[in-house]
Antibody, heavy 118, light 107 residues
Framework: QVQLVESGGGLVKPGGSLRLSCAAS????????MSWIRQAPGKGLEWVSY????????YYADSVKGRFTISRDNAKNSLYLQMNSLRAEDTAVYYC???????????WGQGTLVTVSS | VIWMTQSPSLLSASTGDRVTISCRMS??????LAWYQQKPGKAPELLIY???TLQSGVPSRFSGSGSGTDFTLTISCLQSEDFATYYC?????????FGQGTKVEIK
């Protein structure tokens, strides 16, 4: 069955960096678009970033553009999110999800909590 | 950016009730709309995509309708496990956006 497992979250100071990972299994990872979506505590869902199946097309939300970098390693069935210059407003649970252009997010990981605080 | 207005934000209902949730777009999105259910502490789960297509394994009491700018999620006979928060999401154009959410609570 499809599984997405995020890791790498934690507590970081404002201005710091963190790298999230998402390990995929149960499907042919290299065939699918992938995205990161976040949810601030008690708030709604916000799409953060998208990467095409080959990695050739990448999109970011304006709120993270220039600070976050999405990437993937199809040989390792893994998705990544490098987060730099973190701000308090980046505090959220970060989900990796399968989907993006023209398709919904049909599978989600369990999420990893990122807390940005001094 | 496509803005989404989801209503109501809170819905109080009883087991067995028929409930509807609305999602309105700031511009037409054809049928590129999905509905998700989220329970506390859990990841969202896809219920409906393409406005009206039930995701595999989702009970038939859930249904979706609409196209263009106005969409509806209906739960025909509310069950105890349906008390949760529901989100609509458009995947017609970047950036993909979600509605604000509707919390369905026990009356």
């Amino acid at each position: 069955q499809v599984q997405l497992v995020e890791s790498g979250g934690g507590l970081v100071k404002p201005g710091g960096s963190l790298r999230l990972s998402c390990a995929a299994s149960g499907f042919t990872f290299s065939d699918y678009y992938m995205s990161w979506i976040r949810q601030a505590p008690g708030k709604g869902l916000e799409w953060v970033s998208y990467i095409s199946s080959s990695g050739s097309t990448i999109y970011y939300a304006d709120s993270v553009k220039g600070r976050f970098t999405i990437s993937r390693d199809n040989a390792k069935n893994s998705l990544y999110l490098q987060m730099n210059s973190l701000r308090a407003e980046d505090t959220a649970v970060y989900y990796c999800a399968r989907g993006g252009v023209d398709v919904p997010f049909d599978y989600w990981g369990q999420g990893t909590l990122v807390t940005v605080s001094s | 950016v496509i803005w989404m207005t989801q209503s109501p934000s809170l819905l109080s209902a009883s087991t067995g009730d028929r409930v509807t949730i609305s999602c309105r777009m700031s511009q037409g999105i054809s049928s590129y709309l999905a509905w998700y259910q989220q329970k506390p502490g859990k990841a969202p789960e896809l219920l409906i995509y393409a406005a009206s297509t039930l995701q595999s394994g989702v009970p038939s009491r859930f249904s979706g309708s609409g196209s263009g700018t106005d969409f509806t999620l209906t739960i025909s006979c509310l069950q105890s496990e349906d008390f949760a928060t529901y989100y609509c999401q458009q995947y017609y154009s970047f950036p993909w956006t979600f509605g604000q959410g509707t919390k369905v609570e026990i009356k």
